[in-house]
Structures are given as C-alpha cells and as structure tokens.
C-alpha cells in the first residue's frame, strides 16, 4: 500500500503542474487547497518526488527570483510529464473504479 | 536540516547545496505565512519544521532519486588521476628515492626480476650498518660435481634507515662456518634509493651456513646466512 501511495502524490503532483508552473511550496498550499485539505502531506516528503520526476524527466526545474528576492526553484512539466500523467489518471481510475466496485458489492452501502 | 542532508550520501556538493538551498526556502516561505497568520517567530519556526516531517525519512527517500553512476564514475576517475599522479610523482628524482627505499624495505625481488629465477631460498635477514641496513632475502646452493665443493650465492640489498637518505657502499664480506673468509664475485645494481647484489662463492658442499661480516665501522658486525641442500647429491 505505501507503494500505491507515493504513486499517487507524483499523480498530484503531475496535475498541479499541468496547470501552471509551480515551486515545492506553493504545491504544498495549493494541494491543501484544492483537496480541502484531505491531501495534507509531510511536505518534506514532496522533494523526493519532485527529484525523482526531474530525474526521469517528467519535469524540469529552473529558477527564479522571488519578490523577496530569494531565488526560487520552479517546475514544469514536460512532454513526457504530460503523458505519464495521462497514464497515471488512467491508472487511478481503473483502481479507484475497482475499489468503488468492492465496496459497491458489500451489503448496505449505498455509495452515489 | 543537518539530519537531511547526513543521509545525502550519492550528491555531488553541489547537488547538497541546491537541495539545502530548496529546503530552506521551503521552511522560509512557510514561516512567513505562520508570521502573517499571527504566529509569532519561535512557534512559526517550529510549526513549519515539525509540518516537513522525519528528516531522516526525507534525506534517504531524496538520496535515492540520485543515480550512483556519476557518482562511481567521479570517484573512478579521481582514483585514476590520483594513480596517475603518482605514477609521474616516482618517476621524479625526488619523490623515486623513498619510492626505491621503500621497495628494498618491502619487496625487494621486484627490483631485480632478472635473478629471480636464480633464487631458492627466501630468508629475511636485517643488519645495520651505520645509517644503513643490509637485507638478505634469498639464497641458492648448487653442488658442483662429485666434488666436496659447492657454489653458494647470496641475494642482498642496502637501503637507508631514512627513506629520504641516500645509501653508501656495504663493505660487506662473507666468511664459511670454519670462519675462513671466502673470496667470491659480485654484481648488482645501484641507485641513490637502494643497491642490489647478487654474490657467489665456494663452500663446502653441506655446510650448514655463511656468516656476513662487517667491520666498516671499526665493530665487528656479523649476521648468520643459513644454508639449504637438496637431498641425495
């Protein structure tokens, strides 16, 4: 099961990125955010998938400053990033899908 | 942060730097939210430390996404440059003096490969001479004939207490186990660092030993060489 949890953060991950290009800790905020803070994670966890998708280049990273005049470290999702997250969402939707589908089957759930 | 970065074992420093840099202006961006939210800067801190997790958990899961290839590759190379370097270095006259030295100390055949084959017995026999030591390491007997006489050569290097030193001429001479002493030949070979000898003379076939003499120094000096026959002559 942990595997299928990290898995699932480098699909969020790959979301957040379809839509704009962000730094680790605007992700952090905004996947609180957008989750309604379900998805609330130990936030120095997101850096090891966020190296791990620039190693196997589903995303790149390049910097830039920030009004505080900090240099920030951006990520963008490439190409490859792009499909991969095509291929992610179809695999979280055949598992979810079965997941509901167990549950489903139980006697006395009424799931919509 | 320091827990982060010990269980980055596969960066470069530079990579270390950058994910130290990335890190802390994770916790900077987090702190300055708590601050705007009214927390003050001691509860902000520890409130955006604690909220990055396990620093260990996060080092060892952010040393994995680097590969060991560079890594193995820099240090592969380094190896070579160094050996290299070295390798130049003992071909300088300064640094192939102790380099010399050092091989008479420790592996002195490798330095006269031309009379291994000649060798029979390795013996380790040290004696000093003033600032310089006399080693024996080999020995080889051949009965001559059916005569009583037997050739006995002795295989011997000097080389300086002090590496750096440079070493004199032994002055040594051999004598029989009747104390006579036994007028042979000898050759070898010389450099600053050690000299090598190989020396030959008439024994008595079966006698049982040599003795190496010096009295260079005014002192009698002497080392016993044992002798080995091959059986049935």
Known sequence: MKKQSIDHTKLLVLSLLAGEDM????????????????????????YPVLHGLEKDGYVEAYQQEAPTGRVRKYYHLTRKGG??????????????????AVLRS????NLA | MEQVLANLRRVTPDERAAIREELD???????????ELGYDEKLAEERAMAAMGDPEEVGRELDKQYPLRWLVFM???????????????????????????????????????????????????????????????????????????????VFYCLYDKDPIHY???????????????????AGGTSTAGAAYWSWSGEVLYGDPYITAVNERYGTRQTARVPLVWEEGL
């Not at chain 1, 499909?83 to 509901?100: D, F, M, P, Q, R």
């Not at chain 2, 202006?25 to 601050?35: A, K, S, T, V």
Request: charged share 25%; with cysteine.
């Open chain 2, 167 to 185: 070493v004199s001429d032994s002055g040594v001479f051999f004598e029989d186990c009747r104390g006579e002493q036994i007028y042979g030949g």
């Open chain 2, 25 to 35: 202006g994770h916790i900077e961006d987090h702190i300055c939210d708590l601050l």
């Open chain 2, 75 to 153: 240090k592969v190379v380094t190896v070579l440059l160094v050996m290299c370097c070295l390798a130049v270095g003992i071909s300088l006259p300064g640094l192939r003096h102790p380099y010399l030295n050092l091989q008479a100390r420790l592996a002195p055949k490798s330095a006269c490969p031309a009379w291994v084959d000649h060798m029979e017995e390795d013996v380790d026999i040290r004696m000093e001479i003033g600032s310089d030591i006399l080693y024996i390491f080999s020995t080889a007997t051949e009965a001559k004939g059916d005569t009583a006489v037997a050739e006995v050569t």
């Open chain 1, 106 to 109: 139980s006697a006395g759930l």
């Open chain 1, 83 to 100: 499909a991969a997250l095509k291929t992610e969402e179809k695999a979280w939707e055949t598992y979810s899908g079965a997941v509901n």
């Open chain 1, 23 to 46: 730094y680790g800790y605007q992700m952090i905020v905004e996947l609180g955010r957008r989750s309604n803070h379900t998805f609330e994670m130990k936030e120095g966890t997101l």
